[in-house]
């Protein structure tokens, strides 16, 4: 029963480097959220993608944050220059139905933290 | 978005207590309500659910929640709650029709044997 995976759990970055998390959605899933975890808060919404499309980025931090969900392969999340305020839990959830159209289920992966020294 | 609050940043309780949790969302219209819990070192998992009819919602390992649409509230609720219950327990909302779930900040339970 494979669900949602995540890598790396994981992941120590310096000031400045580039920290590169991935998602690869459950089986049979297109649909692809992106939330961030920032400590002693709540999960926030940061983007959802279709495969090769991003739908809504809403909630993604106008520089340094991209994302993309390609044809083949999984998602990934990438932060340029990373700083220590990037420092969070990012989980990655994905779904079956179609965003947008009624109510559905949304299954997270386990999470990456992200530390930046 | 709404906004969602969990009363509660930490509990405490034995085995065998009873178990509450409260959620608020911010406001009105046509919602889906959820409750997630993390158990350490693991991912995320739905607890229940709750989009439409019983406002009384039963879910897995015992848990149950009520929709009080007056009261915007999705409290948690489980008579008896084991050890095993410790973990941090989410509740999330989104409007219908809308996929960007709003969660509260977490409720971290810890069962003391």
């Known amino acids: 029963n494979a669900g949602v995976m995540q890598n790396p759990r994981h992941l120590v970055r310096r000031r400045g480097q580039e920290a590169r998390l991935r998602c690869s959605p459950m089986k049979g899933h297109s649909h692809v959220y992106w939330y961030r975890q920032l400590p002693e808060e709540g999960l926030k919404f940061m983007v959802y993608l279709q495969k090769e499309n991003i739908i809504d980025e809403s909630g993604m931090p106008k520089e340094r944050f991209s994302a993309e969900f390609p044809k083949e392969g999984p998602s990934i999340l990438r932060i340029q220059q990373v700083v220590r305020g990037d420092s969070a839990a990012y989980f990655c959830a994905s779904s079956g139905v179609e965003g947008g159209q009624g109510p559905y289920e949304q299954y997270f992966g386990p999470g990456t933290r992200l530390t930046v020294t | 978005a709404q906004s969602v609050s969990q009363h509660n940043h930490h509990v405490i309780l034995s085995e065998a207590a009873s178990l509450e949790l409260g959620c608020n969302y911010s406001y009105g219209g046509t919602v889906n309500l959820f409750w997630y819990v993390q158990y350490p070192g693991q991912h995320l998992q739905l607890l229940l659910k709750?989009?439409?009819?019983?406002?009384l919602v039963k879910g897995i390992k015992g848990f149950e929640a009520e929709f009080i649409k007056s009261k915007f509230s999705f409290n948690l609720r489980k008579p008896s709650v084991q050890w095993s219950d410790t973990a941090e327990y989410f509740c999330?909302?989104?409007?219908?029709?809308?996929?960007?779930?709003?969660f509260g900040a977490g409720t971290t339970v810890t069962v003391r044997a």
């Open positions: 709750y989009f439409s009819g019983d406002p």
């Open positions: 999330a909302v989104n409007d219908f029709n809308d996929y960007k779930l709003s």
